[in-house]
């Protein structure tokens, strides 16, 4: 779930898998400043994710571990 999530948060920002910005897509969205919320611009022109995602619910986790 956490790779479709990523998947689903590049396609809405207009960025590829490798971070750059996918010139297939002609959108507004790098006009302003709205993928920053969720990516950082390198210098390089690519961009990385700002944040993790950990899913701490103990059912999860427990499920898990005696896999």
């Not at 689903?8 to 302003?32: C, F, K, M, Q, S």
Request: aromatic residues 8%.
């Amino acid at each position: 779930m956490g790779n479709a999530a990523w998947e689903l948060y590049l396609l809405e920002h207009g960025l590829t898998a490798d971070g750059h910005v996918n010139p297939d897509i002609a959108t507004d969205i790098h006009r302003n400043d709205s993928y920053e919320t969720i990516f950082t611009e390198l210098g390089n022109g690519k961009f990385v994710p700002r944040s993790i995602f950990v899913d701490l619910d103990p059912s999860v986790c427990n499920g898990r571990v005696g896999s």
